[in-house]
């Protein structure tokens, strides 16, 4: 372990018997932990190394078969001249031992990617092969076919709903307290469920145990971030080793700048924190926690072209604790438990008897514990119960127009194995058994099988892989698909309401080559039964008729090449796919049983995102993105005509008067727009001053301004309909700054 307690992974560990001769060499894993079988009978002599640390080492007896080793690795501070080093790296597939397409966001990497006035872990997330972003307005994105809310975005192992400020522009996400991201786009072992695309698990940075102050300032927002940590004394006794905990804070300002001057009528706020706490023997305890809300308040402010005055507001809450240790002979256990909390709301000021919005509480509980059984397998196997408590409503005038709430709970069962074998072949079969019992349904249990089959060539650093299962997903997001500013609202299964099961295979290569490059590519396969939408022609006499259940598929292809190493970095990544949808018609004179086909509203079929963060003159970095795709789909209307009403002119006569225009809609996402491009520079240099560092950056996105369509909307007020383009974002140059005290 460190000296401030934390395990260390991939520490060479040697035995060497007398006269120097090795006998065996492990690396140590996650949890700090390492295990040799088969020792001789004589004295050894274990060897502990790692980069960057000085090394250390103990004595073994000859009659130890069974021994106990607490070791600490202090820093070691080199002085050694200027030097590049080239590194073939192996590919994160086997440094996982996963199953997954599985790909890794350093802080460093979001940080230096260009972005809307500050780094965004989840806009990160966006230039990964097979992940589809539809829209510059949204920080929302598509995997490999699958719905947006079908993502599971995991803060240190719990879940939020909606992580989104500003309506999706911007995630929830303080840079300052990420350390990394993990994206597997496809194949993730059955340890996980909730949800039935993709999987980001978020990793806080509880700093480094010593009083630390982060800041930073951006068009946006401002925040700051404060850690510290507790390190008794030698001897000194206690419940714990040591501590260390960061605690981050940002608000928007641009309404309380213009105060004096104007009303602004939006604000947003966060807030998160991080604990981890080391026990004595290797175990831990980390305690999260997030808070944020967002208000849009227009009761003060009256528009001629927009004259209702409305308050809307979302929030998001999450507060969970994990406790991770050592059990038996080599083995690891974790419990954990929390809850996560999404509510959203709008109000019309005018209108007292309005309303429309929702909440959904999910509480989660669970553990798993993890075993070797044999020097080739190793055996994990967990349970975890997710209790989920969901409302949503809209209300006019006293009439409810749709809305429902109810309770349920999914418990789950896991078994997940991962092994060698013969000469470079793995294996990582999984059963996860998804119960549900929810509002209107008696309780129904569903297997999720999964298996993943590695096979490793030449010297390991080459792989294939195939992996297929079953994924289960119970709850959804009503956000309104022709509205990319809209706010979620979340229900679960029950009446009326179906479960998502999605099918899945995948079969993937992987190959470094050169010096620091990386090239990987998969074929992907998928099945979606269970999927809703909103129904446009609901009846609200009828408590489920506001839903439409349909199904669909998605396959395609991406691709990955990566450059990691001195000089230019960066990655090309590449993705053709095909999404499509078959729901009941909702046309304009109410729904029908008649399946209609149509690609899905995400259905981007080519996707290229080239990412390059490269050293400037002077110390300054720069980064740049550029990011092509071929048109979603959209709904062109197919005509409009004039709606009349009587009038009354003259005193006493009455005539037909038009009133407003009615739309004649076509086949559902028939056409579709231009091509995007975007082309994204930022540049960024770090001052090392006596109290600390300050880097300013230069972010400018849509360097070329170029007018990408966010939907088109047609006029029929004149002789002859008009049809025009709202765009996405212009050239939009931003700076910022980010200070470290220290």
């Known amino acids: 372990m460190a000296a401030d307690g934390r395990p260390l992974t991939g520490v060479a560990v040697t035995a060497r018997a007398e006269g120097g001769r090795v006998i065996q060499s492990v690396d140590t894993d996650g949890n700090g932990s390492f295990r040799m079988r088969d020792l001789p009978g004589e004295p050894l002599t274990l060897r502990f190394e790692r980069l960057g640390l000085l090394p250390a080492e103990r004595s073994v007896g000859a009659g130890d078969t069974s021994a106990f080793l607490e070791v600490v690795l202090t820093d070691a501070v080199l002085a050694i001249r200027p ?3 080239g590194v073939r790296r192996p590919p994160p597939v086997d440094q996982t031992g996963r199953g997954a397409t599985a790909r890794e966001l350093t802080q460093v990497q979001i940080r230096r990617l260009p972005g809307l006035a500050e780094a965004d872990p989840i806009r990160a997330v966006g230039t990964l092969p097979g992940v589809i972003s539809s829209n510059d307005v949204s920080a929302g994105f598509n995997v490999r076919g699958g719905e947006s809310d079908q993502n599971a975005i995991l803060l240190d ?8 400020h500003l309506g999706g522009i911007l995630s929830v996400f303080n840079p300052d307290l990420v350390e990394r991201v993990e994206v597997s786009t496809g194949g993730f072992p059955a340890e996980f469920g909730g949800r039935a695309s993709s999987l980001v698990r978020i990793q806080s940075d509880p700093g480094p145990g010593s009083f630390q102050v982060d800041g930073g300032i951006s068009v946006l927002a401002a925040r700051l971030a404060v850690g510290g940590g507790w390190n008794p004394g030698e001897g000194e006794p206690g419940i714990f080793e040591s501590m260390k905990w960061r605690v981050s804070a940002r608000r928007s300002y641009a309404d309380q700048i213009l105060r004096p001057v104007a009303e602004f ?3 947003m706020g966060d807030l998160q924190a991080v604990l981890v706490a080391q026990r004595p023997g290797g175990s831990r305890w980390t305690t999260s926690a997030y808070m944020g809300r967002d208000v849009l308040d227009m009761a003060g402010i009256r528009l001629e072209d927009f004259p209702l005055r409305l308050h809307s507001e979302w929030r998001n809450q999450m507060v969970g604790t994990r406790w991770e240790g050592r059990i038996g002979d080599g083995g690891s256990a974790q419990v954990h438990g929390g809850l996560t909390r999404f509510s959203s709301s709008l109000r019309f000021v005018d209108f007292d008897d309005s ?3 929702g909440s959904i509480d999910q509480w989660r509980f669970g553990g798993s514990a993890t075993h070797p059984v044999t020097p080739e397998w190793t055996l994990k196997a967990g349970v975890s119960v997710d209790h989920y408590r969901w409302d949503h409503r809209s209300e006019m005038g006293g009439t409810r127009l749709e809305g429902g709430g109810g309770t349920g709970s999914a418990p789950a069962l896991f078994l997940q194995a991962d092994g060698r074998v013969g000469n470079g072949w793995r294996l990582e079969p999984g059963l996860r058994l998804e119960g549900w019992s929810g509002r209107g349904e008696g309780f129904e249990l569903l297997p999720a099988p999964r298996l993943t089959i590695h096979r490793l060539l030449g010297d390991g650093g080459e792989a294939i892989r195939v992996s297929g299962g079953r994924y289960v997903q119970v709850i959804h997001s009503l956000r309104h698909a022709d509205l990319p500013l809209a706010v979620d609202l979340w229900i679960a299964s029950g009446e009326g309401v179906p479960r998502t099961v999605s099918d899945q295979i995948q079969l993937g290569y992987i190959r470094p080559f050169g010096e620091g490059w990386t090239a990987s590519g998969d074929l992907f396969g998928r099945t979606f039964e269970g999927l809703v939408l909103r129904n446009r022609n609901a009846d ?12 669909g598929h998605g396959y395609g292809a991406d691709f990955l090449l990566e450059r990691q190493g001195p000089g230019v970095q960066g990655s090309l990544a590449l993705t053709w796919q095909k999404a499509e949808r078959s729901f009941p018609d909702d046309g304009a004179f109410g729904s029908t049983r008649t399946l209609i086909d149509r690609p899905a509203d995400f259905d981007r079929r080519l996707d290229a995102d080239m990412v390059l963060r490269l050293p400037l003159p002077w110390g ?8 092509v795709g071929s048109g979603t789909p959209y709904t062109l209307p197919d005509g409009g005509y004039g709606l009349f009403a009587p009038r009354q002119a003259d005193g006493a006569t009455f005539r037909w008067q038009p009133t407003e225009t009615a739309v004649i809609l076509g086949p559902r996402n028939r056409e579709r727009y231009p091509w995007y491009h975007r ?5 960024r240099r770090t001052f090392s001053l006596t109290w600390g560092e300050f880097t300013p950056h230069l972010d400018v996105l849509n360097v070329y301004n170029q007018r990408n369509v ?3 909307y047609v006029d029929y007020s004149g002789a002859v309909p008009t049809r025009s383009g709202f765009t996405m974002l212009p050239i939009l140059p931003t700076i910022g700054a980010e200070i470290r005290f220290r």
């Open 83 to 85: 030097l590049f080093v």
């Open 157 to 164: 192992g719990f879940p939020l709903f909606s992580p989104f």
């Open 265 to 267: 009528p939006y604000h």
């Open 355 to 357: 309303y429309s919005g």
């Open 540 to 551: 609200p006499n009828q408590g489920t008729d506001f839903l439409l259940v349909g199904s």
């Open 620 to 627: 300054w970095e720069g980064g740049a993105r550029w990011h």
């Open 679 to 683: 082309l994204d520079l930022s540049v």
């Open 710 to 712: 966010l939907f088109y």
